[in-house]
């Protein structure tokens, strides 16, 4: 029998009759018209395999063109010829489109994100969410994990790059890299596109905080105590208390009363709520006790001292104590964090142990397991060292008035 013996024309002038009958094309491909009701034409192939003959279907005429049902023959007769049954090649091919379809990008992001709660803050969990929804979801969301590529991963880290939004960029190709990592783990895709764009990403030259010098205290204390800019209250005491305690901006925003042991004067931030996973104490000083009383007043009944405006469950918004300086006048010349590097320079300066200093602002320890059981390290000199720090800071002001005299 040659090869090719149907035409479009014939194909479609076959007309159902009482019992199905067969119209053969060569090479194992033929057309099987059914009676009716349904008079539907089914593509064939019929071949030997393993000295069995069996058949399988290519589908109906004409959504399956003859042009089409030639060229799945010609891949089936040499799948046999490389030993593979095309009916098994054609389940598994079925199988896979099943997998891919329901292992999706955005399934295995969001099982990926959901195993991971349990060992985050409630922040980081809502930062990696944002960044799945808001910069992956709606390029990869729908895409197979299995099928994407590395250079369209790198297409959408450029969208993100294009925005001249470069740490999230890099927060977004690190969340990448854990989502294939996990889907790699669970069988569920071989390759990590993420891993191979190491360096691949725009960098920007480091800026470090902007922070007060010594020679800008005096003035800007003086601002804090006369509340020239007019601050809210809470906003006012939250700044002030920053400087005092100089913790990192999120940790204070998210202190919560229960945190606070007056009977020993400190404040100690759980584990969960620092950078690195380890409990800090605050010695507090006389001075952030005070503003800690005028807190109690305004806020005590409230479950944090720096409650969010708009829903009191929540904690301050992150830019509250950015924009109080803004409107004190420190635009481009102070941030919230910054009072870190104003304390840890001035404390240095003036000669205290610089193992205390760096206890004090929680930096990471290299010994996870050793952090944990020093998180009260030198605590007797950090007492004495947050008392002088709080007396040099608020004695700015008196500095202040003998300039102006």
């Known amino acids: 029998m040659s090869k090719n013996m149907l035409t479009i024309r014939a194909c479609d002038t076959f007309k159902p009759l009482d019992k199905p009958y067969k119209k053969f094309d060569g090479s194992g491909l033929y057309l099987e018209v059914m009676p009716l009701p349904s008079g539907a034409k089914y593509w064939r192939f019929k071949y030997a395999y393993l000295k069995t003959e069996k058949r399988i279907s290519f589908g109906v005429y004409p959504e399956v063109s003859l042009a089409k ?8 007769r040499l799948q046999v010829k490389e030993g593979k049954d095309p009916s098994v090649v054609k389940q598994e091919n079925k ?16 099982d990926w994100h959901n195993t991971k709660l349990a060992n985050w803050t409630p922040y980081t969990a809502k930062r990696q ?7 992956l979801f709606p390029s990869l969301g729908h895409r197979p994990i299995a099928e994407i590529t590395t250079p369209e991963l790198l297409q959408v880290i450029r969208k993100v790059e294009d925005r001249d939004a470069l740490e999230i960029a890099k927060r ?5 890299n854990q989502v294939f990592m996990f889907a790699a783990q669970t069988g569920l895709c071989e390759a990590n596109p993420a891993a191979n764009l190491k360096g691949a990403l725009q960098t920007r030259k480091v800026q470090h905080y902007k922070y007060l010098r010594d020679d800008d205290l005096p003035e800007f204390v003086e601002k804090l105590e006369t509340n020239s800019a007019d601050l809210e209250p809470t906003t006012l005491l939250a700044t002030k208390l920053l400087a005092l305690t100089f913790v990192r901006t999120i940790e204070l925003r998210g202190a919560k009363w229960s945190e606070f042991n007056f009977d020993k004067n400190e404040w100690r931030v759980p584990a969960e709520r620092m950078k690195m996973k380890v409990e800090h104490i605050v010695p507090l000083s006389t001075q952030a006790l005070e503003v800690i009383a005028k807190l109690k007043v305004i806020n005590g009944n409230r479950e944090h001292l720096f409650p969010n405006v708009k829903n009191p469950r ?4 992150e830019n509250t104590i950015l924009f109080a300086l803004y409107r004190m006048g420190y635009h481009s010349r102070a941030t919230g964090h910054g009072f870190r590097a104003t304390a840890s320079t001035i404390l240095n300066e003036q000669g205290y142990n610089r193992d205390h200093i760096e206890r004090q ?8 397991v050793r952090a944990a059981y020093n998180h009260a390290q030198y605590l007797p000199e950090r007492r004495k060292m947050m008392q002088d720090w709080a007396d040099y800071f608020m004695a700015a002001r008196l500095r202040r008035r003998k300039e102006v005299a």
């Open 129 to 135: 969410l944002k960044i799945l929804e808001n910069e």
């Open 361 to 368: 602002l929680a930096h990471g320890e290299g010994n996870a």
């Open 69 to 76: 049902a030639r060229e799945l023959r010609d891949a089936a």
């Open 172 to 176: 977004t190709l690190q969340v990448c």
């Open 314 to 317: 929540k904690m301050m918004s």
């Open 95 to 110: 199988r896979l489109a099943f997998k891919n379809a329901i292992n999706t990008f955005k399934a295995l992001a969001l």
